[in-house]
């Protein structure tokens, strides 16, 4: 069993604990803002005197930059498509937003090659250029992620079934190689409430081969405060040691 896999049965699993219906979107959004505070702060913060700090807050923010286009991709492939075949044009707006989006990726791309070409002396302006649209990126996509968690959840919920919804998630998370697979559980795990982390966690227990979901546990332990690694541990029934 790959981690596509797990991530899939354990999504659909703790959905159906309880009386939501399948969200397609919030697990994933509360992981992207999450990445993006980390990027937009280090950027805010970064020593424009260290090289190897700007080399490695500069790769953060491509990082988040190739996670926005993938997961941007993933919504125009699965998703738009559905809703407006069921509700015609019930799409647009966030089509819109996307094509916008993608303008913001180049701009913000140009802004992270002129930090890392700006001599010493003119270094600290450019970061601060790239800190500035950085926040206008962050806080368009904030507002972004709000409608499509009301506006177009609603769409889907009226216009789909539970098995559909869990069909389109399928695809989506079966299309992301294993390897990025791990960049997002590192972003959306530690930053989901302790329910909801356990509630994913707890399902890829069920269905996991030990030794992965060992390693899954491994890869997320380090992003978790100790309070919120016991209170897994004690959902998990094991030890938090």
Request: glycine residues 6%; hydrophobic residues 45%; negative net charge.
């Amino acid at each position: 069993m790959n981690m596509q896999d797990l991530v899939i049965e354990s999504s659909a699993a703790a959905t159906h604990t309880g009386p939501a219906r399948p969200d397609l979107y919030m697990p994933v959004h509360k992981g992207l803002r999450a990445a993006m505070c980390d990027s937009l702060l280090a950027v805010g913060r970064m020593d424009g005197d260290d090289p190897q700090e700007v080399a490695g807050v500069l790769a953060g923010v491509r990082e988040l930059l190739s996670l926005c286009r993938d997961h941007l991709e993933h919504e125009e492939r699965e998703i738009h498509p559905v809703m407006d075949a069921r509700c015609p044009g019930s799409a647009a707006q966030t089509v819109a937003d996307h094509h916008h989006h993608r303008m913001a990726f180049v701009s913000l791309e140009a802004d992270i090659q002129a930090v890392e070409r700006a001599p010493a002396e003119e270094r600290a302006r450019a970061a601060l250029r790239l800190y500035r649209q950085l926040a206008v990126f962050v806080g368009e996509n904030f507002a972004h992620m709000h409608t499509e968690e009301l506006e177009n959840t609603a769409i889907l919920w009226q216009t789909h079934t539970d098995a559909e919804l869990a069909g389109i998630h399928r695809a989506i998370v079966s299309a992301i190689p294993p390897e990025r697979m791990a960049v997002y559980m590192r972003w959306m795990v530690p930053f989901q409430s302790p329910a909801e982390r356990a509630a994913m966690l707890g399902a890829m227990q069920l269905t996991a081969p030990a030794p992965v979901f060992e390693g899954v546990l491994a890869s997320v332990r380090p992003h978790l405060g100790r309070a919120d690694w016991e209170k897994l541990a004690s959902a998990l029934g094991r030890s938090a040691d």
